[in-house]
């Protein structure tokens, strides 16, 4: 099992940002969340999953704005599991916890702790975090208009833009390839745990 514990960073300086949280990963994980996402402490946010591209997408969704730390554990859970991430114990939340240690001292402010093959996959996240960093204002513009399912000429007449200036947005942004790294890091992170459940 996959267990995310997210940490919001310089908490005490700013708004509590957990509600919000708790919605956005309630949204990627309505089938593989095996215990529902919580405030598990005054800060922090806890989810226990079992699906890999619902972990993927929780940790693209918090790293996002830069505001959070995010530790992926995976191992054991002990069973039968209680009705709240808060009550539950096993491998998996120790090493979330190793994972959000670390995570906060990382500029990605990502970590992945897992039996085997966690180093390769914390590696290729980071990777790609990295490059989503980098996306400017008007990359993330037309990622999100694209993630709606529209096309680059519907997004170039949304904007007002040419759709050669939608392409170049595209390109510089770096979206064709975190396109086609997602369906590779998802199968990475199923390869952690054998019992993961993958689109």
Do not use: C
Request: no cysteine; proline share 4%; glycine share 8%.
């Amino acid at each position: 099992m996959y267990v995310i514990t997210s940490d919001q960073r310089d908490s005490r300086t700013s708004a509590d940002l957990v509600p919000a949280a708790l919605s956005a990963v309630a949204t990627h994980a309505p089938r593989g969340a095996a215990l529902a996402p919580e405030r598990t402490a005054g800060d922090e946010v806890q989810v226990a999953v079992t699906d890999a591209a619902a972990v993927l997408a929780i940790l693209l969704d918090l790293t996002r704005a830069g505001r959070w730390s995010v530790g992926v554990g995976v191992g054991d859970v002990e069973t039968p599991l209680p009705d709240s991430v808060r009550a539950a114990r096993g491998e998996a939340f120790l090493n979330a916890r190793d994972a959000v240690d670390r995570a906060k001292k990382a500029t990605t402010r990502v970590a992945i702790t897992a039996p085997e093959g966690g180093a390769d996959a914390e590696a290729l996240v980071r990777l790609l975090i990295e490059l989503r960093d980098r996306r400017t204002a008007e990359g993330w513009e037309v990622y999100d208009l694209l993630a709606e399912g529209i096309t680059q000429r519907e997004a170039a007449a949304r904007l007002g833009i040419s759709e050669a200036a939608v392409s170049l947005r595209v390109r510089s942004a770096g979206l064709r390839t975190e396109e086609a790294s997602v369906p590779a890091l998802i199968r990475v992170l199923s390869g952690l745990d054998p019992d993961a459940v993958s689109d």
